[in-house]
T-cell receptor, first 116, second 115 residues
Framework: GAVVSQHPSRVICKSGTSVKIECRSLDFQATTMFWYRQFPKQSLMLMATSNEGSKATYEQGVEKDKFLINHASLTLSTLTVTSAHPEDSSFYIC????????????FGDGTRLSIL | AQSVTQLDSQVPVFEEAPVELRCNYSSSVSVYLFWYVQYPNQGLQLLLKYLSGSTLVESINGFEAEFNKSQTSFHLRKPSVHISDTAEYFCAVSVYSGGYNKLIFGAGTRLAVHP
């Protein structure tokens, strides 16, 4: 199956630090990439969707200046959590898709972000 | 608006027993349905999908799900579970929204297999 690599798997940093998370599709061209946030024992909450080369579309309630998304190529998307605070601590998961409705999304292994 | 309901938040079961994880969806259009599995501290892995054709779909590790249009359900079943099946299972429906094909997830069902 398709492989999506997410890096880093775990980040621990001080409050006020900006953190960048990378999501790469290794064996297919990801026209569309998605970023999710997952709280403990809960489902995935979609944060934003992006197509290669265009601005991301953010879900209601998600601060676009806080969570910067760049989808510069068909194989790479990045999420930068700017000036992170303890309330930003969470499990962040990316997924990649060819963009067609009948094609599944392929997920990375997630990034556990802990802000001290 | 489309939505997905997973009726059971937790399902405890003994090893080698059968299990059913329930999923109901609401949609006014044709649907594409998916089951994903999540192991601790990992992302989601596609378990199986229904796009069209046969209403019974199977995975390589013994799970199957049946699409029932009249009951708007897509329940996941396995006749005999293993300890290694312990995980969180998410049902999802594909929708077109805001210019993108997105997934709407259910709240998840935690399957706990006991020896």
């Amino acid at each position: 199956g398709a492989v999506v690599s997410q890096h880093p798997s775990r980040v621990i940093c001080k409050s006020g630090t900006s953190v960048k998370i990378e999501c790469r599709s290794l064996d297919f061209q990801a026209t569309t990439m998605f970023w999710y946030r997952q709280f403990p024992k809960q489902s995935l909450m979609l944060m934003a969707t992006s197509n290669e080369g265009s601005k991301a579309t953010y879900e209601q309630g998600v601060e676009k200046d806080k969570f910067l998304i760049n989808h510069a190529s068909l194989t790479l998307s990045t999420l930068t959590v700017t000036s992170a605070h303890p309330e930003d601590s969470s499990f962040y998961i990316c997924s990649a898709s060819s963009g067609q409705r009948n094609q599944p999304q392929h997920f990375g292994d997630g990034t556990r972000l802990s802000i001290l | 608006a489309q939505s997905v309901t997973q009726l059971d938040s937790q399902v405890p079961v003994f090893e080698e027993a059968p299990v059913e994880l329930r999923c109901n969806y609401s949609s006014s259009v044709s649907v594409y349905l998916f089951w994903y599995v999540q192991y601790p501290n990992q992302g989601l892995q596609l378990l199986l999908k229904y796009l069209s054709g046969s209403t019974l779909v199977e995975s390589i590790n013994g799970f199957e799900a049946e699409f029932n249009k009249s009951q708007t359900s897509f329940h996941l079943r396995k006749p005999s579970v293993h300890i290694s099946d312990t995980a969180e299972y998410f049902c999802a429906v594909s929708v077109y929204s805001g210019g993108y094909n997105k997934l709407i997830f259910g709240a998840g069902t935690r399957l706990a297999v006991h020896p």
